[in-house]
Nanobody, 124 residues
Framework: QLVESGGGLVQAGGSLRLSCAAS????????IGWFRQVPGKEREGVSC????????YYADSVKGRFTISSDNAKNTVYLQMNNLKPEDTAVYYC???????????????????WGQGTQVTVSS
């Protein structure tokens, strides 16, 4: 099970840190992805951290603003989000990659066991 937390309401330019805590399995056996979704749109891949070598992936829209990291001792992956923009408003989800599980991708169908999501709202 994955549980996301850390969302909230923030003004444009502000920061939030999202957490993705795992129970029942070890996160570092999988690449872990962060996705976001707004109503009426498809889920969008935001970031991923690989369990192979710790390499990371970022969508172009968040490069330079978001940072993904992991704390294996806490079995938790984080998404630090800085300089937030109104277009970052969405429900954010994390999930382990179950197809080619150690390698990052932004293909949502390669992930499963989604958490319940955490709402991020950025006001202008």
């Amino acid at each position: 099970q994955l549980v996301e937390s850390g969302g909230g309401l923030v003004q444009a330019g502000g920061s939030l840190r999202l957490s993705c805590a795992a129970s029942g399995f070890t996160l570092d056996d999988y690449a872990i992805g962060w996705f976001r979704q707004v109503p009426g749109k498809e889920r969008e891949g935001v970031s991923c951290i690989s369990s192979n070598d710790g390499s990371t992936y970022y969508a172009d829209s968040v490069k330079g603003r978001f940072t993904i990291s992991s704390d294996n001792a806490k079995n938790t992956v984080y998404l630090q989000m800085n300089n937030l923009k109104p277009e970052d408003t969405a429900v954010y989800y994390c999930a382990p990659k179950v197809i080619r599980r150690r390698l990052c991708s932004n293909e949502g169908h390669e992930y499963d066991y989604w958490g319940q999501g955490t709402q991020v709202t950025v006001s202008s």
